[in-house]
C-alpha cells in the first residue's frame, strides 16, 4: 500500500513495490463529472418567495418588510427533511426579535437555519409537522463581523456567518484558533449550538497561547447576544450575557432550545501548522493496548498533541492525520495557502455512487471490497495531490470537508478520562467495534460501510477564558467535572455508515448500550456528541426514549454542582422562553 510518510518525490514515477496500487491518477480524480450529478440531489431548493409559494397556507399577519418564502428543508445524511417549510430572511437582528414576537402571538415556532450539516433533530425531527414552523435563514444577512483589538484580540460575528469566512478574516488579521472543525461551511451559530470542536491537547511543556483553548468552539466565548423574554416588557428582545454572568453557561450550548443571534470570540495569534498524513500504521497496532511494542496513538499525541484517525472497516491501515506547532516550513512539505486540500476527499465518485444504489436494494455483500477501495483512493490521493505532508497557516491544514463529500450517517460519544487513559480508551473502543461488526459479518450482515473517526481534546476549562470568573457550557459534552480533576481529556469516538444501511439500527444500539455501559466508574464517563447520533433504540438513532430522558440528562447532573447542571440549564433557558418558540417536539422531550 502506499505509504505517505515516504512518498516518492515524483508522483508520476515507479512508487516502488506496491502490491496493491489502487487507484490510478485518472480513477482517483475522475470521479468529478459523477459527482455533481450525486451532489446535486443533497442540495436544498432555493427560497421560493411567498407570492409564488403553493402550500402550506402562508403564515397569518406575517410582519411587513421580512423576506419570506418556502424552502426544503434537509440535514447534512438526509436523514431529517422536511418539503414546503416556510422560511424567514431576517436583515436585522431585531428582526429575529420582531418574528419571535409575532410567532408568540401565532402559536408558531422559530428554528434558526444555518448550514444544515448537522445530523440531530434539534432543529427539525424526522416526520414533524411544520405546518406551524417558521424557519429563519441567518446565513444570508446576519453575517456581520468585526475584529476588535485589544489582549487578546476578539472577534464579534452574528452567527450567520461562516466558520470559513471568520477563520480567513481572522488569519488576516493574524489571528486564529488552536482548533476548529473540518468543515467550514458551517454557521457560527451552529457550532455553537452544539458545542463542535477540532482535535487538540497541548504536547509536554507546550504553552497555551493568549486566548487560545483546547476545548470546544464555545468555550471560546466571552460574551453573546440572544433573543430573550423580558417579562417587564411583555416581549422577547434583544439580551447581552458576558461570560460572568452565571445565567450564560445554558446559552454557550442550546442545542437549538434559544436563538443567538451574536457571539464576541476570544482568538490567539496564527500558527502555522504541519499536517501530516500516515497511511503505514496498522490499526491494531495504533490502537492496541496500552504499552507493548509499536507505535500506538497515544505517542503521537504525545509528541504532537493533535491527531484524527479516519479508519474504514475491514482495511489494514487507517488514515492518520498528525498536526504538529511549525512556525517554519520543514523542507519536506508541500505549502498551502487555502484550505480543502484533500480534493480526492471531497467528491463522490462512480463507485461510490454504484455503492449507495447497492445498499438501497439491500446488497451489502460488496462491503468489504468498497471500504478497501476507499482506503486505497486515500492512499493514492496523498501522493497524487501531493499532500502527505502539508504546511500553512492553522485553517488550511484543519478545514478538509466541503459539502460535496459523501453524506453519511455519524454516531458520535464523547468520553471524558484522563490523558493517561487516552489508549486504554481507543483501545477497549477497537476492540468491541471490530468484536461486534466480526460476530455481524458471521452472519452475512455489514451493518458499517463507512469510517470511525477518533479525535482527542482538552476540556471546556473556564481558566482558559480571559474573561475573569468566567462560566463553564452547562451543556458541553467537554465540561470538566470538579470531582474528577484529572479528567483532563476528552476522547471523540464516532462510527458512520451509509443511511439506510442494513442492519445498521442493531449495531448501533448495542455500540451506544456498550460505550456507555463501560466507560464508568472512576475511568471515564459518557457524553453525548450532540450533533451527531445517540440514544440508539429500535428505531435508530434518537428513539430510546429512556436514554433522552434519563441517561442524557444524568450525564450534565453526574458530579455537577446542582447550580449548573442539566436542570438548571433547562430551567434557565424555560425562563427566557417560556412560550417555547424556540423548542420541537424533539427539545420538548428532551429539554421539558
Not at 460572568?244 to 443571534?261: M, W
Not at 492496541?288 to 475491514?314: H, M, N, Q, T
Not at 440528562?553 to 427566557?576: C, E, I, M, S, V
Request: aromatic letters at 10%.
Amino acid at each position: 500500500m502506499p505509504r505517505p510518510n515516504h512518498p516518492n518525490p515524483n508522483p508520476d514515477s515507479d512508487p516502488g513495490p506496491n502490491p496493491d496500487p489502487g487507484p490510478s491518477r485518472r480513477a482517483v480524480l475522475g470521479g468529478l463529472a459523477g459527482a455533481a450529478l450525486v451532489a446535486a440531489q443533497w442540495t436544498p431548493v432555493g427560497l421560493i418567495p411567498a407570492a409564488g409559494a403553493a402550500a402550506p397556507p402562508t403564515p397569518p399577519d406575517f410582519p411587513a418588510g421580512i423576506t419570506l418564502g418556502v424552502r426544503q428543508y434537509r440535514n447534512w445524511s438526509g436523514e431529517m427533511r422536511a418539503d414546503d417549510v416556510w422560511t424567514a430572511v431576517p436583515a436585522h437582528p431585531s428582526d429575529v426579535v420582531t418574528l419571535a414576537n409575532w410567532a408568540r402571538a401565532k402559536g408558531y415556532r422559530l428554528r434558526p437555519r444555518g448550514m444544515s450539516h448537522n445530523w440531530s433533530p434539534i432543529l427539525i425531527p424526522p416526520g414533524a409537522d411544520t405546518s406551524r414552523t417558521l424557519m429563519v435563514d441567518t446565513t444570508q444577512n446576519l453575517t456581520s463581523l468585526v475584529i476588535n483589538p485589544g489582549s487578546p484580540t476578539t472577534v464579534t460575528v452574528e452567527t450567520g456567518c461562516s466558520v470559513e469566512r471568520l477563520l480567513t478574516k481572522l488569519e488576516e488579521a493574524g489571528r486564529g484558533m488552536i482548533a476548529t472543525t473540518a468543515p467550514g461551511k458551517l454557521s457560527v451559530g451552529g457550532v455553537l449550538a452544539i458545542g463542535a470542536h477540532g482535535s487538540g491537547i497541548p504536547t509536554p511543556g507546550e504553552t497555551l497561547p493568549q486566548g487560545g483553548t483546547y476545548g470546544t468552539l464555545s468555550n471560546l466565548v466571552t460574551a453573546l447576544t440572544a433573543v430573550v423574554w423580558d417579562p417587564a416588557a411583555g416581549a422577547y428582545v434583544l439580551k447581552t450575557f458576558r461570560r460572568d454572568n452565571p445565567e450564560i453557561g445554558p446559552f454557550l450550548v442550546h442545542l437549538g432550545r434559544a436563538f443567538v443571534t451574536e457571539v464576541t470570540l476570544q482568538t490567539n495569534a496564527n500558527q502555522r501548522l504541519r499536517c501530516q498524513n500516515f497511511y503505514h500504521d496498522q490499526i491494531g497496532t495504533l490502537l492496541g493496548p496500552p504499552g507493548g511494542s509499536g507505535k500506538k496513538l497515544a505517542d503521537y499525541l504525545r509528541d504532537s498533541g493533535r491527531v484524527e484517525v479516519i479508519w474504514f472497516p475491514f482495511t489494514t491501515v487507517p488514515w492518520l492525520k498528525v498536526w504538529s506547532v511549525a512556525p517554519s516550513k520543514p523542507w519536506t512539505s508541500t505549502r498551502i495557502d487555502a484550505p480543502y486540500p484533500y480534493t480526492f476527499a471531497n467528491f463522490v465518485t462512480e463507485d461510490q455512487a454504484k455503492f449507495l444504489a447497492d445498499i438501497a436494494t439491500g446488497n451489502v455483500g460488496g462491503t468489504e471490497v468498497f471500504t478497501n477501495a476507499e482506503m486505497a483512493v486515500v492512499g493514492s490521493g496523498l501522493i497524487v495531490t501531493w499532500t502527505w505532508d502539508i504546511w500553512g497557516w492553522s485553517k488550511n491544514t484543519q478545514l478538509f470537508v466541503e459539502p460535496t463529500t459523501l453524506r453519511i450517517h455519524e454516531g458520535g460519544w464523547a468520553v471524558l478520562t484522563a490523558r493517561a487513559n487516552v489508549q486504554r480508551v481507543l483501545n477497549e473502543f477497537f476492540v468491541r467495534y471490530t468484536g461486534l461488526l466480526s460476530a455481524y459479518k458471521a452472519n452475512g450482515r455489514y451493518p458499517c460501510n463507512s469510517p470511525i473517526e477518533l479525535r482527542v481534546t482538552g476540556v471546556d476549562r473556564a481558566s482558559e477564558v480571559v474573561v475573569p470568573n468566567a462560566v463553564e457550557p452547562t451543556l458541553s459534552a467537554a465540561r470538566p467535572r470538579p470531582d474528577h480533576p484529572e479528567w483532563d481529556t476528552v476522547v471523540w469516538l464516532d462510527v458512520a455508515t451509509l443511511p439506510g444501511t442494513p442492519a445498521n439500527h442493531d449495531f448501533y444500539r448495542e455500540m451506544d448500550s456498550w460505550i456507555w455501559a463501560n466507560y464508568t466508574g472512576a475511568y471515564a464517563c459518557v457524553r453525548p456528541e450532540w450533533s451527531k447520533g445517540w440514544a440508539y433504540g429500535l428505531g435508530g438513532a434518537w428513539t430510546d426514549t429512556a436514554a433522552v430522558t434519563g441517561r442524557i440528562p444524568d450525564a450534565f447532573r453526574t458530579g455537577l454542582p446542582t447550580t449548573a447542571d442539566f436542570d438548571t440549564a433547562r430551567a434557565t433557558l424555560n425562563k427566557y422562553d417560556p412560550g417555547r418558540v424556540f423548542a420541537n417536539p424533539f427539545l420538548d422531550v428532551l429539554l421539558p
